[in-house]
């Protein structure tokens, strides 16, 4: 199939404003966006750049706006998006080059939640045990790849950046609610703050936009409960 692919430009220092390029080249419905991208730098312009690394949906590195749904370019195939694909950055982040964002901002507020196991309990022989049901309890928020897709889907983190944004939630559910760990109360402490959860709408963007299907909203209401409950 012929292919255009339209795709946001930022380059500098060669011009100042954003604009964007298009591409038309022949495709495969069964490749990966990610493969006309590679095709497009390979082959056509090699001056655009991206971030991808495993190619296969477990980095997380390039989650980008794909006709304008927060996607990952190597987990959609060119045949289930249509012959005319516009490629963009993700939203809310500054936009560093091409379709690469500026992300430290968005590791500080991961790194604010305390992302680590913390217990005062010596370290065993073995592993830490504990039963599958209380493994169960977090299973699910274990899968985020940080791939941000949540975050930049979010309208409370496009009108405030300080909002610390579903992805550092996600991350704070899987130590608070794992039954080995000793520091909820410093977590919940931090997420209960201004730009905590409580900026959170319930607005389902950042459960549609996940990767790895997490439940991302019924994630951020457990935490909430749990702010809530401590307080009462
Ligand atoms: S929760 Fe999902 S969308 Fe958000 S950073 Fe993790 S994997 Fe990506």
Redesign the pocket.
Known sequence: MRVKFKIYRYQPEVREEPYFDTFEFDAEPTDRILDGLNHIRWQLDGTLVLRRSCQHGIC?SD?MRINGV?RLACKVLIGDVGARITIEPLMGFNVIKDLVVDMDDFFDQYRSVLPYMITEQPPPEAERLQSPAEQEVYDD?T?????????T?CPSFWSNRDFVG??AI??AHRFIFDSRDEGTDERLEVLGERDGVWRCRTIFN?TE??????K?TR?IGEVKKAIALKGA
């Open positions: 997380g989650a927060n928020t899968k985020c790849i940080l791939c941000a897709a949540c975050t889907a579903p992805a996600v991350q950042c936009a996940c990767p790895r299907d997490i991302i994630a």
